[in-house]
């Protein structure tokens, strides 16, 4: 028997079960992928380690898979009949009916922490957002009890407002809208990140002609790349100037990320939002950042990132000009990040410049850009250095 | 379709104290407890002597009610003091005791059969059956409203007629009023209202709790009645609700000493007060109902399933039971102890709920 376990990588946030792709009994071959697991940021596959038959599924739909949890087992010796007997087997018992006989619900199968919860800590869970999963449980076998759940929100810091809603489950109608993971995660975020860093926005405008200039001369010589990878590519440069806008609020300091980790938020349609990570862009070349995003972007549409590439940087980008927004002023989408770069739509615009010594009015590729920030780590001398520096870099392409 | 079980406000044409120019004295719902405490045997006698006194429709009948004064000495100088007319022994025929009570009264009175051990209401299930669903299937035109008194469950020692409680069997006659007191001051409210009430009263009086030191009470006053529908928390605490009745309620008084606990007294199974029962789960979370009944189809099972649909998104743990065990009530003290719920048994049980 090959055993099939929930990957490690997990960084923290939960996972479920979505669907079983193979059933007990059926064949499968090696990296044949078996199940889906669904994170509130990507859905992942598990597939076979081995070639065989499915014997046993130990995690069912919307089961919590926990990093190293057992979800499967294969039978090596390809006899499906063998397999579906084996899973007969009764377990053996020290007394017989005792197992029967004990009052309370059946113990959770598979290991011996409880992760289940009772109603009242599920409704306290949703009414509060509380990670049950990030609790220290004091009931029986580790369990999360209501009493637990009712210290977490004692000691938060948050004063919640307005009546808790009610008691009993909410009707949907028809046209309403339930919340999915990624949806829950994201109003947590935002909520969070509105609540606890004071925001402020600077708004500068950019000249995209040099930009427009080198992108065409690189199509040319067949390197197609998008004004994205030009944008990350300046801001990582503009860190030089300001590097606290690449820094972190701590409860003790501003740490500032030896690493230029930028994220870019990438829109999934009703589905959401995703920020996949470009890792580490000041060791980049231009076309190896354009590479990245590309590869980010599409796996990010087909729902195939890894967890580990949606999380960990230390900087981020919103592009919303490629949706046709002229101006705004992101929320930090990470909680922690100094700041967010905001990118409006690039179009053709008429602007004063001087032409031989005189004024003439001029049609240029523009966009305005903001950068708003957590005004904890850094105030308007470093938002506008580092934009400033910015707008040099992206006018000033060669 | 669903009117017309219990008596809704609008009089029966025929049958009933109150369709034949009854006028009760006053009454009060507030208990002013006063002088030495009684035994719930003393108190019941009391009602009973005070109804009889005043109103001349009350009968008291049945197997050794009169010269006796009943095995429980309940009726003892009844006799003497009303006269074989109104205080009398019947022929050993249950069938016959509360039929002849559905006669008396549809003709007016106010019968107060006894059946003299819970098992000996089996004998009479029909006409038990029948007298509670009349007001329904004649669409209110017949009511025979009476005080059917049975003693019930264990007492000393225990065994398979006497000892049984079985309360669900009346439940589940529709039309019928379930009484389960646990104390004399329960026993005198709920007694003299059902005896001026216009619906058929089950009224168990347990047989452990007749004579027992926890259950007797001062005197709660003249006039005292006792709706029913309303229980009572006889201790109040916010970590687990316990909801008994009966023999049970001083059991799990003592097993929840040092537990913050809402005890609840139910006082009457049909209607029951399950307003009270869930708001204290809301609050606590946790729900132990513990009763004598054997398990399986128990009232608890009730109580359970209600709290199960009603509380579920406040539970946090399981709700639980601690009853008898499917089987007949044993004879030996020591075999019936090990059967009935004990304060060590509702104990563990508050326990693993504590700590679940």
């Known amino acids: ?398 | 379709m669903a009117s017309n079980v219990f008596y809704e406000g609008e009089m029966q044409q025929v049958g009933g104290l109150w369709n034949s120019g009854y006028e009760p004295p006053p009454l009060t719902d507030e208990p002013t407890p006063a002088g030495q405490r009684i035994n719930m045997v003393t108190a019941i006698r009391k009602v009973l002597d005070q109804e009889l006194e005043s109103n001349p429709r009350v009968l008291v009948f049945g197997e050794d009610v009169g010269p006796k004064g009943g095995v429980h000495a309940v009726t003892l100088g009844l006799q003497e003091k009303f006269g074989k007319e109104r205080v009398f022994d019947t022929s050993l025929n249950e069938e016959g005791i509360v039929g002849r009570a559905v006669g008396m009264a549809l003709s007016g009175l106010m019968p107060v059969p006894e059946i003299q051990f819970r098992k000996y209401a089996e004998p009479a299930t029909e006409q038990i059956h029948d007298c509670g669903t009349m007001r329904w299937r004649t669409h209110n035109r017949f009511a025979a409203p009476m005080v059917l008194r049975v003693p019930g469950g264990f007492f000393k020692c225990g065994d398979p007629w006497h000892s049984m409680t079985n309360e669900v069997e009346f439940v589940h006659n529709p039309g019928w009023k379930v009484a389960v007191p646990s104390n004399a001051e329960d026993a005198v409210g709920l007694l003299r209202g059902s005896l001026r009430g216009n619906d058929p009263v089950l009224f168990f009086e347990h047989r452990a709790m007749l004579d027992d030191s926890w259950a007797r009470r001062p005197w709660p006053g003249d006039a005292y009645v006792l709706d029913f529908g309303r229980a009572k928390k006889t201790r109040e605490g916010d970590k687990i609700t316990i909801v008994t009745w009966g023999a049970m309620v001083p059991r799990c008084e003592a097993a929840a000493e040092s537990v913050s606990a809402d005890v609840i007294d139910l006082r009457t199974l049909q209607p029951w007060d399950k307003d009270m029962v869930l708001d204290s789960v809301r609050r606590t979370r946790r729900c132990l109902i513990v009763h004598e009944d054997l398990r399986t189809g128990g009232f608890g099972a009730e109580i359970a399933a209600v709290v199960a649909d009603e509380a579920f998104l406040d539970l946090d743990a399981p709700v639980a039971r601690v009853t008898m065990p499917d089987i007949p009530s044993p004879h030996h003290p020591k075999l019936m102890e090990w059967a009935l719920p004990s304060p060590e048994s509702i104990r563990a049980e508050i326990e693993r709920l504590m700590g679940f």
């Open chain 1, 1 to 398: 028997m090959i055993e099939v376990r929930v990957p490690d990588e997990q960084e923290g946030t939960k996972a479920v079960v979505r669907a079983w792709l193979r059933q007990v009994g059926d064949l499968v071959f090696e990296d044949e992928p078996l199940v889906e697991l669904e994170t509130d940021k990507v859905t992942q596959e598990v597939s076979s380690p081995a070639a065989g038959v499915l014997a046993e599924i130990l995690l069912d739909t919307d089961a919590e898979a926990v990093p190293g949890a057992l979800l499967a087992r294969i039978s090596t010796d390809g006899s499906p009949a063998k397999a579906a007997a084996q899973e007969e087997k009764p377990a053996a018992s020290p007394i017989e009916g005792a197992a029967d006989a004990a009052p309370g619900p059946r113990p959770s199968p598979g290991d011996d922490k409880e992760t289940r919860l009772s109603p009242s800590v599920r409704r306290a869970c949703l009414q509060h957002g509380i990670d049950a999963s990030r609790l220290e449980g004091t009931g029986r076998n580790g369990r999360v009890t209501r009493e637990d759940v009712d210290r977490a929100i004692a000691s938060a810091t948050v004063v919640s407002v307005g009546e808790p809603t009610t008691a009993q489950p909410r009707q949907f109608n028809a046209q309403d809208i339930p919340h999915d993971r990624m949806r829950l995660a994201i109003a947590d975020n935002m909520a969070r990140a509105v609540a606890e860093q004071p925001h402020v926005t600077a708004v500068f405008e950019a000249d995209f002609t040099a930009i427009a200039a080198h992108k065409a001369a690189m199509a040319a010589r067949g390197a197609k790349l998008s004004y994205t990878a030009y944008i990350v590519k300046a801001a990582a440069e503009a860190m030089a100037v300001a590097p606290a806008i690449n820094g972190r609020w701590e409860k003790d300091r501003i740490a500032i990320s030896p690493t230029i980790d930028i994220g870019v938020g990438t829109a999934l349609g009703e589905k959401g939002l995703v920020v996949p990570v470009v890792k580490d862009v000041g060791h980049l070349s231009l076309e190896e950042v354009g590479a990245r995003l590309d590869d980010l972007t599409r796996r990010a549409r087909d729902g195939k990132l890894e967890r580990s590439e949606v999380s960990g940087g230390s900087f981020t980008i919103s592009n919303h000009g490629v949706s046709g927004s002229l101006l705004a002023a992101p929320i930090i989408l990470h909680q922690g990040q100094a700041a967010i770069l905001g990118v409006g739509k690039l179009e053709k615009r008429v602007v004063v410049r001087t032409v031989n010594g005189r004024d003439a009015m001029l049609i240029h590729p523009m966009a305005y850009v903001t950068l708003t920030i957590d005004h904890r780590v850094v105030d308007g001398h470093q938002t506008n250095a580092w934009l400033s520096r910015f707008v040099e870099i992206i006018e000033n392409w060669k």
